[in-house]
């Protein structure tokens, strides 16, 4: 890397944009921030801009502006404020990779401008696949546009295929550490609290992840993911359970060879690779030893207690706005479950329902995609409230 690469974070304060900018501090010969922006976290927004200087910051809760504007400007930091800057920040010419780490189907529209300006992207919403992946992988193609993964699942895949781009691939198989449910029945499942669904065995993510992980959501999002990443289909996609989340994920090539990536649980990894790629930057994470580790363990997803991964599946089988309507149910339904409203199971049937009662589109625009998004958000709410 001759020169330095100047970075947009989108979600800076969640926790992908703060181990974001941990790899970016240990590398400011090689990377600048040039945009920070947040939800509604302003203290951490502010606080990130002071130490990083950007160009620029958005806050997409207007009702902050006044806020995070009187402390920045007279440091001659630009403040925007709004969903609507947030989507056209992007298009800088100052920006040389967005890395896209908004949490949901927030994240589709501004990954849609930053590709539509030819920006890289590092992608962690993976909901911007799921979402409209054929859309955004076409829209990547036309653009010249490379979306490097910072999923660690998706990162290992990418790193596995490095110098294997020319051959195909025969099964990609993602691991799950299974999550704090692992083994557990239906009937231990109907009790669980948001306090233990929120207790993650390995990894320490944001709340609505750590929930999709502990439903395997996480997963089945994932595998949807990696059909537009790596351009397969869904019967190329295997998921196995690694409870010590040391194999990241695995390739299976065409003469029977399979390559993993290992490491120890840490997305600073997969987030300094997105940002460097071509090159791997020396760094100081913990090594991992193999002594520590004598035994890795590998068993098939319980698909049926856990259905959330069988419908991730079937959406990606159906197609067309399928895996749309998936996303935004769940998005409710693990708003609804963090509000204590509903059950832990409850939240597969509200999805399963609402891919019952949203119309199914074969071949959607973008703005398919928008009001389907929006109107299965509707129905899912009302499914929710007739349970009450």
């Known amino acids: 890397m001759s020169e330095k690469r100047r970075v947009a974070i989108l979600g800076s304060t969640g926790s992908i944009g703060t181990q974001t900018l941990d790899v970016i501090k240990s590398n400011l010969d090689k990377f600048e921030v040039e945009v920070l922006t947040a939800q509604n976290n302003a203290d951490l927004l502010i606080q990130q801009a002071i130490e990083f200087k950007p160009n620029c910051v958005v806050i997409a809760n207007e009702s902050l502006y006044?806020?995070?504007k009187e402390v920045l400007l007279p440091m001659d930091i630009k403040v925007y404020a709004g969903e609507k800057a947030l989507a056209?920040?992007?298009e800088m010419d100052?920006?040389?990779v967005v890395l896209t780490a908004l949490v949901?189907?927030?994240g589709l529209i501004p990954t849609i401008k930053a590709i539509e300006s030819g920006k890289q992207i590092a992608l962690a919403n993976k909901e911007t696949l799921v979402v409209a992946g054929e859309l955004v992988t076409k829209l990547?193609?036309?653009?010249g546009v490379n979306i490097y993964p910072v999923d660690s699942e998706h990162s290992a895949i990418f790193q596995c295929l490095v110098g294997e781009f020319h051959n195909p691939i025969e099964k990609i198989i993602l691991t799950a550490s299974g999550g704090p449910f692992r083994g557990k029945d239906k009937k231990f499942l109907e009790t669980v609290t948001k306090a233990q669904a929120l207790k993650h065995p390995n990894w320490d993510m944001g709340a609505k992840i750590t929930i999709d992980s502990a439903s395997l959501m996480n997963k089945g999002l994932e595998v949807i993911e990696a059909k537009w990443l790596f351009g397969i289909n869904a019967n190329q996609i295997d998921v196995i359970v690694h409870p010590q989340s040391i194999v990241h994920s695995l390739v299976q090539f065409e003469d029977?060879?399979?390559k993993a990536q290992l490491?120890?649980?840490d997305m600073r990894i997969p987030i300094q690779f997105a940002l460097s790629f071509p090159e791997r930057l020396r760094s100081d994470f913990p090594r991992f030893d193999f002594v520590q580790y004598p035994s890795l363990t590998f068993e098939q997803p319980d698909m049926d207690t856990f259905q959330n991964l069988r419908l991730a599946f079937e959406s990606l089988e159906r197609g067309g706005n399928a895996p749309c309507i998936l996303n935004a149910a769940n998005e409710i339904a693990v708003a609804a479950f963090l509000r204590e409203e509903i059950g832990f199971l409850e939240m597969s049937d509200l999805i399963a329902s609402s891919l019952d009662k949203?119309?199914?589109i074969k071949h959607p625009s973008l703005q398919d995609f928008v009001e389907t998004d929006k109107l299965t958000r509707i129905v899912t709410e009302e499914l929710i409230k007739s349970k009450k």
């Open 88 to 90: 056209q920040v992007v």
């Open 358 to 360: 949203v119309d199914f």
């Open 256 to 258: 029977g060879s399979i």
């Open 140 to 143: 990547a193609r036309q653009k």
């Open 263 to 265: 490491g120890l649980p």
């Open 66 to 68: 006044e806020k995070v």
């Open 104 to 106: 949901g189907y927030a």
């Open 94 to 96: 100052t920006i040389d």
